[in-house]
């Protein structure tokens, strides 16, 4: 599903986020990225869904060389992935169903798929009585899990999640992990960059540890240690 | 685009026009504004050129005839200009009435007693005639010269090419007073589209997270560019027919020899124009400020 080639990550200031990161990670796999802060986690999870570029190396995602991809081709790609990032990314001033309505929209879906499916999702996160509110009346936990919603509502192959829980208390993240979990076991490819160890111990799923941009670890049913 | 999308798209737009209140009042006036004077100098080249047709196709060509062709001859001439399909109102002038015209001062009269009785009167005889459009002039005049019996042909030649000439410097100067309004409300329109883009990044970042094509994402800035330039046309259109007359009037006084017409089928082209202006502007607004989407939000 995701297969990296010397891949490498100069940014234009000079800082090396990536070094020399070769890895591949099959369909269905469920992955935890670690590693201290600075160590090229985010850097590596952007240029899996083509928000940078590598300096050098190459990268298939789902077939696709996303290296040479040409700009126009990467909102097709982006429709294969869901991406959860940290700061919940949502639209105030819509709606909850709004919200996750927005990753059907934009694949042009017609608005009688659109309602069958957000209601489907809604009810998987367990918010199908919250779809009317709006962000802010929602707790961090419930927004996260929109955020969820809204990445699986066009069912990806994978995916992408940056420390989604790394705003919420430890009850709350265990839900949000659940629900990771849950659609795991549902065939998508899920990679989770965290800085929560307990959780990483407790799962035992494959940990891969990057340190200074490099693959230092890359461990099936690991723990969260990288020294 | 699917029916749902257009919809979609659509309530979008209207929904951030609400929401974009003050930027979207800017950008309407500064449309508004740009078309009104956009339409003023429309207006004043429009009727220059109305009046300019008016006064080539009122402009009377004369063939001078060979002093002491036969009257019998004259007559044949004339049935034949009276048959070329370009000219209107065939008369023929007799030496005595060109005499008769030429001395029109009753003090004067005494001369065509004196010198220009019956018999030695230098005059020729004269065809005029009307052109049926200004542009078959030029043909109309070789014609009448290659004819043995023509010694010249006259007409208002110089106020002719006077006429024509200030008509194109107005066009020059219309054209160029339209480019730079043009420009300068484009800049207008573009830099607001920006602020408003600014306003609704987290929006534009997340669409293209979730796998928004670059089109998907413009739509309904593009319906928000066509509609800033209707609203701005409507508003430019309204304060024009209010003011014409006063703009009319103004323009009268400035160049006193001009009748001003405003014919409805005048109006009803100009309002077009403005309109497909407007719209031209605001959608090139709002297409000039979304270039960039690919780098838009790698910030992130
Ligand atoms: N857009 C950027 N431009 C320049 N340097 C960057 C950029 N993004 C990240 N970096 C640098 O690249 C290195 C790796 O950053 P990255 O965000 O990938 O780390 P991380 O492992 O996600 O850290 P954290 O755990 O704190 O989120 C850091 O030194 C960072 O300063
Ligand atoms: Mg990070």
């Given at each position: 599903m995701i297969e990296l080639q010397n891949v490498?990550?100069?940014?234009?200031?000079?800082?090396?986020?990536?070094?020399?990161?070769?890895?591949?990670?099959?369909?269905?796999?469920?992955?935890?990225?670690?590693?201290?802060?600075?160590?090229?986690?985010?850097?590596?999870?952007r240029i899996l869904?083509?928000?940078?570029?590598?300096?050098?190396?190459?990268?298939?995602?789902?077939?696709?060389?996303?290296?040479?991809?040409?700009?126009?081709?990467?909102p097709y790609l982006r429709r294969n992935l869901g991406i959860v990032l940290q700061d919940f990314q949502l639209l105030k001033?819509?709606?909850?169903?709004?919200?996750?309505?927005?990753?059907?929209?934009?694949?042009?879906?017609?608005?009688?798929?659109?309602?069958?499916?957000?209601?489907e999702t809604l009810e998987t996160v367990g918010l199908s009585h919250k779809r009317r509110m709006f962000p802010?009346?929602?707790?961090?936990?419930?927004?996260?899990?929109?955020?969820?919603?809204?990445?699986?509502?066009?069912?990806?192959?994978?995916?992408?999640?940056?420390?989604?829980?790394?705003?919420?208390?430890?009850?709350?993240?265990l839900e949000i992990m659940q629900l990771f979990l849950d659609i795991n076991a549902r065939g998508t490819t899920v990679i989770m960059a965290t800085h929560n160890h307990h959780l990483v111990n407790k799962l035992r799923k494959r940990v891969i540890a990057l340190v200074e941009g490099r693959l230092i670890k890359d461990e099936p049913g690991g723990t969260y240690a990288y020294e | 685009m699917g029916f749902d999308s257009l919809v979609f798209f659509c309530s979008e737009a209207l929904t951030n026009l609400r929401r974009a209140g003050v930027m979207t009042f800017v950008t309407v006036s500064t449309i508004a504004v740009a078309l009104l004077l956009m339409g003023t100098f429309l207006l004043a080249t429009m009727n220059m050129e109305f009046f300019l047709d008016r006064l080539q196709e009122e402009a009377m060509v004369t063939a001078f005839l060979v002093p002491g062709t036969a009257s019998d001859r004259v007559s044949a001439l004339k049935l034949q200009v009276t048959g070329f399909e370009e000219v209107s109102d065939v008369t023929v002038v007799t030496p005595e009435a060109a005499a008769r015209e030429l001395f029109t001062d009753p003090a004067d009269q005494n001369l065509l007693q004196i010198g220009l009785g019956e018999g030695n009167n230098p005059l020729p005889y004269t065809i005029r005639m009307k052109v049926r459009s200004a542009a078959d002039l030029p043909g109309l005049l070789a014609k009448l010269k290659a004819m043995p019996q023509v010694e010249s042909v006259g007409y208002g030649e110089e106020a002719f090419r006077q006429f024509q000439g200030l008509s194109q410097l107005l066009w020059i100067g219309s054209v160029l007073v339209i480019i730079l309004l043009g420009l300068s409300s484009l800049f207008i329109v573009y830099n607001t589209v920006r602020l408003t883009l600014f306003m609704r990044r987290e929006e534009v970042v997340i669409m293209k997270l979730v796998g928004a094509t670059n089109w998907f994402i413009r739509w309904p800035f593009i319906i928000e560019g066509f509609i800033h330039g209707l609203l701005g046309a409507a508003l430019a259109?309204?304060?024009?027919?209010?003011?014409?007359?006063?703009?009319?009037?103004?323009?009268?006084?400035?160049?006193?020899?001009?009748?001003?017409?405003?014919?409805?089928?005048?109006?009803?082209?100009?309002?077009?124009?403005?309109c497909l202006m407007g719209i031209?502007?605001?959608?090139?607004?709002?297409?000039?400020?979304?270039?960039?989407?690919?780098?838009?939000?790698?910030?992130?």
């Open positions: 490498s990550k100069i940014y234009p200031n000079g800082v090396r986020a990536l070094n020399d990161v070769s890895l591949s990670i099959p369909a269905g796999d469920f992955v935890f990225l670690v590693g201290p802060s600075g160590a090229g986690k985010s850097t590596f999870l869904f083509r928000e940078e570029i590598p300096t050098e190396g190459k990268v298939m995602v789902d077939g696709k060389d996303i290296v040479g991809m040409p700009d126009g081709r990467v001033r819509r709606t909850v169903a709004e919200n996750v309505a927005f990753g059907l929209r934009v694949i042009g879906a017609p608005e009688n798929v659109i309602n069958a499916r957000v209601q802010d009346e929602l707790s961090g936990g419930e927004q996260q899990r929109v955020c969820v919603a809204r990445a699986v509502v066009n069912n990806p192959l994978i995916l992408i999640t940056d420390e989604p829980t790394g705003n919420l208390d430890p009850m709350i993240s | 259109l309204v304060l024009l027919l209010f003011g014409a007359p006063f703009i009319m009037a103004r323009l009268a006084a400035l160049v006193p020899f001009f009748t001003f017409d405003l014919a409805a089928a005048h109006l009803f082209k100009l309002s077009i124009k403005l031209v502007l605001g959608i090139s607004g709002s297409l000039l400020s979304l270039r960039d989407l690919n780098a838009f939000g790698r910030e992130m």
